[in-house]
Structure formats: C-alpha cells, structure tokens
C-alpha cells in the first residue's frame, strides 16, 4: 500500500467518553432497528417463520472408490442419529429435500450409559433433525409444533445436536460442514412454494430481476448473521459461547470410540441483535448492550492460537461483505482524503476501502467507528427479514475433510 493510502488510514479516529445523549441515541437506534426487522416480519411478509437451526437437516455422504474403470459407493463407518419427538415444519421440509428421511427409531446408549431414543438414519441416508418440547411448552397440543417455533429473528439463538454412532471401536474422525440455505415463499396457484436462493437463481424462478438481486444480497447477509460455536459458556452472565466455528467446519474426534455408541457433537447457533456483542473488546465506552458472544478483551492471543475475541473480529473482517450492508467508507472521508482517494486506481480504491473497514472493526470501541458499523449490520438484517421466508442450517457429515 502507498504513503497516500497509509496516511488515509492510519488518520486518528475520534475519541472521548460518550455523553449520556449519546448512549441514549445509539440505544435508541438498537431499538429501532428491532423494531423495524419486526415490522418487517409482520407487514412485508404476513408471517416470517424460519426454518431454522433446530429442524435441521444432516447428510451423511458416501465415500466413493474408483477402480480401473468401475466406481464402487462404500458406506461410512458411522452412522448418524438425532432425538426428540417432533420435525418442525415437515411437509415443507420434504418439499424442497425429498430425499431426507425420518430415519428409524432405536435405542441407544452414550458415552455414560442409555441415552434415549434416537431416530438413526438408514444405511448412511439423510436425517432430518428432530426436536423434544421442553416443560415450558404447551402440553395441550402437542402435534402443533408450529407452537414451539421460536419468534426467530435478531436475538436469538438454539443447538443443534448431532450423534455419530461408530460402526467399529477404535478412532473416530467424522468432517461436519454447516451451511446455511434460504429460502423464499411464494404462492403457486393458492399453494406455498419455496424457492431456493442460489447463486444461480434468475427470473425464471418467477421472481422478477430485483427480486432476485435483494434474495440474493439477503441470503449473503444471513450466511453472515448466523454464527456458530462449539460450546457455552461457563460464566453465561458474562458472555454466551466459546470456540466459535468461523470456517464453518468442525472436526469431531475421538480416539478409543466403542463400537455402536452414540457420541454427541454439540452444535450452537446465534444471530445477535446488535454489533456491540460481536465487535466489541471491551465496554468501556458503555456502547454494548446485552450480553457479549465470546469473552471481551484486549488480548488477541497468537496467529496460530487466537483467542475467541480474535477469532470472531478475523471473521468480522473476512466476511464484511457478508456482515454489513451499504457502507460507504468515500462519505466519512474530508475533503483532502477525498481528493487522494479519487487519484487512486479502482484496485488500491478497493483495497483502501476494505482496509479502511477492517480499521474500524479493530477499533469498534469509539463512537463514529461504533455507530458506522452498527449501522450497516442493522441495514443486513433488515434485508434479511425483508427478503427471507425461511431458511435451514444443513450438516454435511464426511469421514474425511472435504474441500
């Protein structure tokens, strides 16, 4: 990067204690945004229910072996399995996964001792998660299980849990890939239809050409929002999860595996309401409210060995076309800045531009850097709840890592 360029961005960002207005405003601005992905939710799309990480899908891939000119399919060596009594929104489910299956019940012991029962997919198929209500949900009705959907938008949050079940004792290595899948409703002939928002979705999915450019910018921001980690915290009253999953992959192992147990691999999800319980190292400027997703602080561990809060801002910076909508870094530059960035190439604009956000994301914790962030994040997550109908959380489970 040039001396130009360096200067942009290294110029001081604004500090200061935040003035009681000032919190007051950027809360009211939370709310708003709240407010507004709600409104979203009930005027724009009469009903927004997602399909989401709870009534997930898991695929258990078959490997293949290539011999002379034959290609023989041979089956993992695991099984897969979930629990519960119900399946969120089947019918819609199978719409759009018809190779999916309930899986066949069975009981199953775990790591100590009977387990449950469990629903375990036949021969390496595909599984569809399922779902136990828990005391606080309506035992009146128990086969509506539209009545334990969750109001699922900004602030919320649920496990996936996953079995895998060795065939044969000794180690066990099993490649999970998360990725989330969207969906819009729309009506064919007075009946729901999902279309699934591709890369490659065009207008002879029957939606018109701005349709599919806001699904699709809608299904990226989603793919942002959802983030994932491998456990909870042990001090939940200071911020919820640990080990967070930003490649979305997760290698599960274990070295003496017994043959037909069931080993659980935990899963958890959130999609926050705000930026200040991702971006954040610290509080101390008072711009955070709720509780932070990983622990705050100023210690970013080493490139091989981060810690949580390095982790989350490295995905922050690596995925900020898919985290923040309509930021326009050309708008907070000064006149001077302005006149140096218009001399630049389209590729050191680029470069500048990304770097210049990735500054910010850095040094969340001032006001201007705070609030142009939040800003953007809130724009994504009202294209989300504008766009969106439902969405799914798939699992791709492999005996070897995939690509």
């Not at 229910?49 to 899908?57: C, L, S």
Request: aromatic share 8%; charged share 25%; proline share 3%.
């Amino acid at each position: 990067m040039d001396e130009k360029m360096n200067k942009l961005l290294t110029a001081p960002a604004s500090e200061g204690a935040v003035s009681e207005y000032e919190n007051r405003l950027a809360e009211e601005k939370r709310e708003k945004k709240k407010k507004l992905v709600k409104i979203g939710i009930v005027m724009l799309l009469a009903l927004l229910v997602f399909v989401f990480a709870t009534i997930a899908w898991f695929a258990s891939n078959k490997n293949t072996e290539a011999n002379g000119m034959s290609v023989t399919v041979t089956s993992l060596p695991f099984d897969i399995a979930t629990t519960g009594t119900l399946i969120h929104n089947e019918p819609q489910l199978t719409s759009v996964r018809s190779e999916y299956t309930e899986g066949e019940q069975e009981s199953l012991s775990g790591e100590t001792g009977v387990v449950g029962t469990y629903y375990a997919a036949a021969d390496n198929d595909s599984l569809m998660l399922r779902f136990e209500p828990t005391e606080a949900d309506d035992p009146e009705t128990p086969d509506v299980d539209e009545r334990y959907l969750p109001d699922i938008g900004p602030d919320s949050s649920g496990e996936l849990s996953l079995y895998i079940i060795p065939k044969q004792s000794g180690t066990l290595d099993a490649y999970i890939d998360l990725n989330v899948v969207s969906f819009k409703a729309v009506d064919n002939e007075g009946q729901e239809e999902l279309i699934e928002i591709t890369p490659s979705l065009d207008t002879t999915s029957g939606l018109t050409a701005e349709q599919v450019a806001s699904c699709k910018d809608a299904a990226q921001f989603l793919k942002g929002h959802i983030l994932f980690f491998e456990e909870l915290s042990s001090v939940p009253e200071s911020y919820s999860y640990k080990k967070p999953i930003t490649d979305g992959k997760i290698h599960f192992h274990k070295a003496n595996a017994v043959e037909g147990r069931a080993y659980k691999v935990n899963i958890y999800w959130t999609w926050t309401n705000t930026l200040g319980q991702i971006a954040l190292k610290n509080n101390d400027n008072e711009l955070r409210s709720g509780i932070p997703v990983v622990e705050e602080t100023d210690d970013m561990g080493t490139e091989s060995d981060p810690t949580d809060k390095a982790a989350i801002l490295k995905y922050l910076k690596d995925n900020k076309d898919s985290v923040f909508s309509d930021i326009n870094v050309y708008e907070t530059l000064t006149d001077a800045e302005k006149e140096a960035y218009d001399a630049m190439t389209a590729e050191e604009q680029a470069e500048y531009e990304s770097a210049a956000v990735d500054d910010w994301i850095e040094n969340a914790g001032t006001v201007k850097n705070f609030e142009l962030l939040s800003d953007a994040y809130n724009s994504a997550d009202f294209t989300i709840g504008t766009n969106l109908d439902y969405f799914m959380i798939e699992l791709a489970v492999n005996s070897t890592e995939q690509g």
